[in-house]
């Protein structure tokens, strides 16, 4: 590529001539920015495709320029614009250069990478620009196993992460232009809250995707970039069919459990190559895994995963279903809002409880060396059999760990009782998420 094709590029991504959008402010991720730009680290923003990544980036360069940088000192560099071609660290260097020789920046320059999993070795290219004070760095990435693999090489001890995920209640409210300034606002505006609740659930969380009428398209549309893009492509695999059936039986099947073996028999393929795809698929964060508690380290490993979507919107249009689950559903909301709350707190662990009478609590939160809360989503409280079966395993949980509190997540009902010498809080959903989302 030429010098003048890589300027015209450059100059529609960057803030040298005109104002760019930076759509809605997501200021917790931008106060978390400005805490680890204080480091001097890399910065390494990493997240699922369309959750908002490089709007961030964007953000917090005009962050920058509100506090007096020039915004010649500032280089944005989108590797998935597809007018770049052969994409290596010598374009990378001479995009670099180029930027030099026609912005000529006076002071010190700020670079901000997205995608950066787009060039290969980018790792040595960025190791050396860090090390030798050229720049201070931002990049972002759509995938979690290559970022780290390539990371724990060069930059070990040299960068800082911050995991950015689709919207949260709280933004997708303020998304919608409503205005929550205390607790009476939530009760004032119960219906409306409630209606945006619902749309929630059904289309997700993805900002596109929240501010269209075309949900169901874009939703398809970054199914098949995930698939195509964040996986076929990168790690080149060649059961393209066999890939796609295990996203569409994970998206399908939220918030149960699963093990290897068992998808063995339904996937037709390997457990090894299952539990490879599987990874594949943690990497690009369509799908988490949540470990069974246990005091032994093999048991844990041994027991079925748990499995939880990015998105509820990509669950319900991608996977198959007879009629919806709103309980599963919910219990996934809640498990994304509570990695949310794991991306600020290092030492915070997450894990699901089943005893060997096959009680169960959703939700154990381990902190340092302790299990501090447990939270049950129990969506139809008013169902006495549910209703009991969801107690006895939040009970038998509190026994085990210890504790005198637990929390019952549901659809409308909020109370406080008392089982034995237990005391169960129970919260509506939507007053959790909107409220303190870790353990309210």
């Excluded at 759509?23 to 390494?44: A, C, D, E, H, P």
């Excluded at 009760?187 to 949900?215: D, M, Q």
């Excluded at 594949?280 to 995963?305: A, G, W």
Aim: charged fraction near 30%.
């Amino acid at each position: 590529m030429d010098k003048n094709q890589i300027l015209r590029i450059l100059e529609d991504w960057n803030l040298w001539k005109k104002d760019l959008d930076t759509g809605f402010m997501r200021l917790q991720y931008l106060t978390q920015l400005q805490k680890l730009r204080n480091s001097k680290q890399v910065m390494v923003i990493t997240g699922a495709r369309r959750s908002g990544k490089s709007y961030i980036m964007r953000q917090f360069a005009k962050q920058l320029i509100s506090e007096g940088i020039n915004e010649k000192n500032i280089l944005f560099i989108n590797f998935e614009d597809s007018r770049f071609y052969g994409l290596n660290t010598e374009l990378l260097q001479k995009i670099y250069e180029t930027y030099l020789e026609s912005l000529n920046p006076c002071g010190p320059v700020y670079i901000f990478l997205d995608e950066i999993q787009e060039i290969d070795k980018w790792e040595k290219w960025v190791r050396t620009m860090h090390e030798l004070k050229k720049a201070e760095l931002m990049i972002s990435g759509s995938s979690a196993h290559l970022l780290s693999q390539e990371l724990s090489t060069l930059l070990t001890g040299r960068h800082l992460d911050l995991t950015v995920f689709p919207l949260s209640f709280k933004e997708f409210i303020a998304f919608n232009g409503i205005e929550l300034k205390d607790d009476l606002d939530i009760v004032n505006k119960r219906i409306e809250i409630k209606r945006l609740l619902a749309e929630y659930f059904e289309y997700g969380s993805f900002p596109e995707v929240a501010l269209t009428g075309n949900k169901k398209q874009i939703l398809l549309t970054y199914f098949d970039d995930l698939l195509n893009k964040d996986l076929i492509r990168r790690y080149k695999i060649r059961k393209t069919g066999k890939i796609k059936e295990l996203m569409i039986y994970y998206l399908s099947n939220i918030s149960t459990s699963c093990t290897y073996n068992s998808l063995e028999k339904q996937i037709l393929l390997s457990k090894d190559t299952i539990e490879k795809f599987s990874g594949y698929l943690e990497s690009t964060y369509l799908i988490f895994s949540l470990n069974r508690f246990s005091f032994k380290l093999k048991e844990q490993e041994k027991s079925p995963r748990k499995i939880y979507a990015i998105d509820s919107g990509l669950s319900n249009q991608i996977g198959f279903k007879f009629s919806p689950n709103t309980g599963r559903t919910a219990e996934n909301l809640v498990f994304v809002e509570l990695l949310r709350q794991k991306s600020l707190i290092p030492e915070m662990e997450l894990f699901y409880f089943k005893n060997e009478r096959q009680k169960e609590v959703d939700f154990v939160i381990k902190e340092h060396f302790k299990v501090k809360s447990l939270i049950q989503v129990c969506w139809n409280i008013e169902d006495f059999k549910t209703k009991k079966r969801e107690i006895d395993g939040l009970v038998a949980g509190l026994q085990t760990f210890n504790l005198k509190e637990g929390l019952v997540i549901t659809d409308d009902y909020e109370n406080e009782e008392y089982y034995k010498e237990f005391k169960i809080r129970y919260i509506p959903l939507y007053k959790w998420l909107l409220k303190n989302p870790k353990t309210c």
